[in-house]
């Protein structure tokens, strides 16, 4: 495992990036999203408004 390690920082053959800007699209009929500052998105208060057919 050691040498794993040691492989993976010395000769670095790939870079983790995380990069999530979040981007949404979604119906004006859907209500009660709000954006979360972390991973965890709750979408216990989204409900869907009135037919607009």
Avoid: C
């Amino acid at each position: 495992m050691g040498k794993i390690h040691e492989k993976f920082v010395d000769d670095a053959p790939f870079v983790m990036v995380t990069y999530d800007v979040n981007p949404r699209a979604m119906s004006p009929r859907v209500k009660g999203f709000v954006q979360v500052q972390s991973w965890n998105q709750n979408l216990t208060p989204v409900y869907l408004s009135g037919s607009d057919r």
